[in-house]
């Protein structure tokens, strides 16, 4: 259940901030996405994942119901329509997404600094294989032009976002 919620609310996501758009825009410039594989459902983007854990017992144990009893109504349906399911996510999308801490930044990864985010941040892992190292320098200034202006969406969106690049050691977050 916890990989069809995550794939739901990923492909609402993707689709809210208009993803698609900066995906072409990294094609463009050459840099090459990861051979993703995804085993149940169809892969949401070939360049970034939904990295937030889903927090189900944060949810009061009606919601946890009904989502329950959604989800097995999307699977039946053979996951052919999935607005119902995609309407009450984005009821409880901050429940399931983020933590109840007290804390406004989230490590996520042991070793670096850099991977921290807002507690309240949807965290995006960025997945790329490899550009043109003749430009290397150009590419990733446009590169992470490109990764910035999908952070500078937090302003016109209800919650935040941050992007990383992904790491073999990228983890769950642990609270500061």
Known sequence: MENCIRWLLFKDIYNELNLKIFEDQLKSIGIQPQNLVSENFPLVSQYFFLQNPILFEQLSVEENAELKKMYEDFMNSNMQDDTRIIRFLKSVRFKLLFPKTDEKYLIWDFDDSN??????????????????????????????????????????????????????????????
């Open 115 to 176: 991977h921290m985010a807002p507690s309240d941040a949807v965290v995006l892992s960025f997945y790329y294989k490899s550009f043109n190292m003749n430009y290397a320098d150009d590419v990733l200034d446009k590169m992470y032009c490109i990764l910035n202006q999908i952070q500078d969406l937090s302003r016109s969106n209800e919650y935040k976002v941050a992007v990383f690049e992904y790491t073999e050691r990228l983890l769950n977050a642990r609270i500061l």
